[in-house]
């Protein structure tokens, strides 16, 4: 396992911030000539730090408005229910977010992302409430995004 330093924690943090960065420009911000620092980024890459390089679009101007919490409930708790429903919930490309919770009366919470409510309609009765084990949804819908970050604390 690979123990990151300060320097590794500025090369995560800068590329958080810019995933799109030039290695010349992550050099320079962090202190480093160009090839250490695609030294490092390579470790940081092979050792599991940096998962991916994304892309973030704004939802909104692509028509898609309605942003949803669910909270959807299950008839029986066994690892093969739950294994089919996160296999399938996994193909909805609605869903941005799935997590298995516990301490509420849910034992999932999607985030999901749809046009209008006609689409969510379409998207609950076609495809959720369809799902082999599901008992109870309950819905609710944001308001305003008050929070909305994907980098972490480091």
């Given at each position: 396992?690979?123990?990151?330093?300060?320097?590794?924690?500025?090369?995560?943090?800068?590329m958080?911030?810019?995933?799109?960065?030039?290695?010349?420009?992550?050099?320079?911000?962090?202190?480093?000539?160009?090839?250490p620092?695609?030294?490092?980024?390579?470790?940081?890459?092979?050792?599991?730090?940096?998962?991916?390089?994304?892309?973030?679009?704004?939802?909104k101007?692509?028509?898609?408005?309605?942003?949803?919490?669910?909270?959807?409930?299950?008839?029986?708790?066994?690892?093969?229910?739950?294994?089919?429903?996160?296999?399938?919930?996994?193909?909805?490309?609605?869903?941005?977010?799935?997590y298995?919770?516990?301490?509420?009366?849910?034992?999932?919470?999607?985030?999901?992302?749809v046009?209008?409510?006609?689409?969510?309609q379409?998207?609950?009765?076609?495809?959720?409430?369809?799902?082999?084990?599901?008992?109870?949804?309950?819905?609710?819908?944001?308001?305003?995004?008050?929070?909305?970050?994907?980098?972490?604390?480091?």
């Amino acid at each position: 396992m690979h123990q990151i330093d300060r320097t590794d924690r500025r090369i995560l943090q800068e590329m958080q911030k810019n995933g799109a960065i030039s290695n010349l420009e992550l050099a320079e911000k962090v202190g480093l000539s160009a090839s250490p620092c695609s030294r490092r980024v390579k470790v940081l890459q092979d050792a599991g730090y940096i998962l991916n390089t994304v892309t973030l679009l704004d939802a909104k101007k692509l028509g898609l408005d309605l942003l949803a919490m669910i909270s959807i409930s299950m008839d029986r708790h066994t690892p093969e229910r739950f294994n089919k429903f996160e296999q399938t919930i996994a193909s909805f490309e609605e869903v941005l977010e799935c997590y298995l919770i516990t301490g509420q009366s849910a034992d999932y919470v999607l985030k999901v992302v749809v046009a209008d409510m006609e689409a969510y309609q379409h998207f609950l009765l076609g495809k959720l409430t369809r799902i082999e084990g599901v008992t109870g949804v309950h819905s609710s819908f944001v308001m305003r995004k008050v929070i909305d970050r994907q980098n972490l604390p480091i």
